[in-house]
DNA sequence: TTGTCTATTTATCATCTGATAAACTAAGCC
DNA sequence: GGCTTAGTTTATCAGATGATAAATAGACAA
């Protein structure tokens, strides 16, 4: 009975390709290649065999070159926290030899095309609402290594005084343009909704919007210094 | 072997509460109430006896006031989905009589106090995740009946003529600041990151930007009409 | 008290799903 | 060819999980 539905044991010669066999090497990275792309439709959830299934093979072999599941969702997060962040950008960031709205604009440019993809904002949303410690972490690192530059370089062009630390008001404040460029991506990947087309000017706009608007919020930090 | 590990057939006396029995209006409720919270934490593929295990009773008396877990998850997402938006907070947004800048802190504190919150943010992201349809019919809902309106009333606040529909990039623009301010909500409840704890002055501050440095932005919308 | 109704539990099923062991087979080497 | 190595499949397990049927028991009425 459990062997009635299965006619593929010797039936197989129409079979085209006789059995690709591939290196580990190849093999491996070929899996997670997939996996990104099947975790990130599905979510973590998503069953071994529906993704060995996409790859071509059988279940099992997903078990040669990854002990467990969660090992595999490991190497996913990895593939998708490590390395996205370039320091060569926020060191353009703070070259203060070019105007301000220019370097925001291009640091945005290049920051959303690393991240602004449809694998990266599903997974990272996904291994978001997991909970996992991963995404507490980046969030951290933009804090410390995006937005607080930032901060910086607005109090340089307010010409404020530069003295005391960045203060939560005006992290948050810069987190509203971040979030909301980032939100653009949400809207597209996640909420699969229609949106303008020209990111660039998006950005272009939003930048010039904070810059040309903020002044204030970052002067009222140093009222009663 | 498989009642082994069953000693509570006969033994009770020493739990206090006997058996609750509620009246099948009041459970029905406490389900969905409990699988709201439930659901959020732990999205839709929780298990239907851990959420039964919450609620204080048996697994398969979930299955006599719901027919399936999908039926369950759907009453979820009508609770969650439906009647957020009061009409009542788009007319006030419209009265010119009142400052722009006053309506739009008004508008943005009620709206978050009914939508910025743990179980809401978390189940919109799982169901949008998932492609639920209501999610998307919600985007086109805020954009139709918040941020066009919106976009109108900049229009009259930077004293541009209205006569032509609202543009893509208008939206978009205005979906910036919309976004960073849910985008607070995401990294309070999704990320669980340290957030500032005054939200209305970050409302505050995002529409007093927003209307300061957005001038440029509508008017371009007009200067080859 | 007794009886009826229905809320709730117990027992159980069928299927799914991650994981393992063993059989199979393609590829390289002698 | 025959041998060895390693990539791949087949068969299968054990536990989890949504769902159902039947047994149990609280509440209320006569």
Redesign the interface.
């Known amino acids: 009975m459990t062997n009635s539905n299965r006619k593929s044991k010797t039936i197989k010669p129409e079979n085209s390709a006789p059995r690709k066999r591939l290196g580990a090497r190849s093999r491996e990275q070929q899996i997670i290649d997939e996996s990104i792309s099947f975790f990130a439709e599905k979510?973590f959830?998503g069953k071994t065999r529906e993704l060995a299934s996409r790859l071509g093979f059988t279940q099992p072999l997903l078990y040669r070159y990854f002990h467990t599941k969660q090992d595999l969702i490991d190497r996913v997060f990895e593939e998708v926290y490590l390395n996205r962040i370039k320091p060569d950008w926020i060191v353009q960031l703070q070259d203060r030899s070019r105007p301000l709205e220019e370097r925001l604009c291009e640091f945005y440019t290049v920051y959303s095309q690393a991240t602004y993809r449809y694998e990266w904002i599903?997974i990272y949303?996904?291994s978001?609402?997991?909970?996992e410690k991963l995404?507490?972490r980046y969030?951290k690192l933009i804090e410390n290594e995006i937005l607080t530059p930032i901060c910086l370089e607005l109090r340089d062009y307010y010409r404020l005084p530069d003295c005391e630390p960045v203060s939560?008001?005006e992290?948050?404040?810069v987190?509203?343009?971040?979030?909301?460029?980032?939100?653009?991506a949400?809207?597209k990947h996640?909420?699969?909704?229609?949106?303008?087309n020209d990111f660039s000017?998006?950005v272009s706009?939003?930048i010039?919007?904070?810059?040309?608007?903020?002044k204030?919020?970052f002067s009222d930090q140093f009222d009663d210094a």
């Open positions: 979510g959830t599903r949303m996904f978001a609402l997991m909970g995404n507490q969030i939560q008001v992290l948050d404040h987190w509203v343009t971040h979030g909301g460029l980032f939100y653009y949400v809207r996640i909420y699969h909704s229609r949106v303008g000017a998006i706009r939003a010039s919007t904070m810059l040309a608007g903020s204030t919020i």
